[in-house]
């Protein structure tokens, strides 16, 4: 295992699934509580002890104070210990929390028109 556990999937740090996009929706509960506390998640546990919290635990990490009802939500979200429960980008960038920030809302709009692309012939064709 290379990296921090501080962000890592349970499934990650238990080697039994591999890397897929659920790894990063869960690294991105952690990041977003980092930002809001300036400390990662587990921070209260050291080396082998937050391993063992983050794989063992049915808990999540502690949510912020003064965290809105929305950016709970938000949170659960990414950080369902099931991966196969766990929010997928599309869904997170639909939840209210985020999705009336200008930068969804151009992100939206983006992957809407490369949706489709004018080919010299004039045809238009799915990507």
Not at 50 to 67: H, L, Q, R, Y
Request: contains cysteine; aromatic residues 8%.
């Amino acid at each position: 295992m290379k990296g921090s556990p501080y962000w890592m999937a349970p499934e990650v740090i238990m080697n039994n699934r591999g890397y897929n996009l659920p790894v990063d929706i869960w690294s991105l509960g952690c990041t977003i509580i980092e930002m809001a506390t300036a400390r990662p998640p587990w921070l209260q546990y050291e080396g082998v002890a937050a391993i063992f919290k983050i794989t063992n635990s049915k808990d999540i990490s502690e949510i912020p104070d003064g965290f809105s009802e929305e950016g709970k939500s938000f949170l659960q979200m990414c950080l369902k210990r099931d991966p196969a429960s766990r929010s997928t980008a599309t869904q997170l960038m639909d939840h209210p929390f985020v999705q009336d920030h200008p930068s969804v809302r151009a992100a939206k709009s983006s992957a809407l028109r490369n949706a489709f692309s004018a080919p010299a012939d004039g045809r238009h064709t799915m990507v």
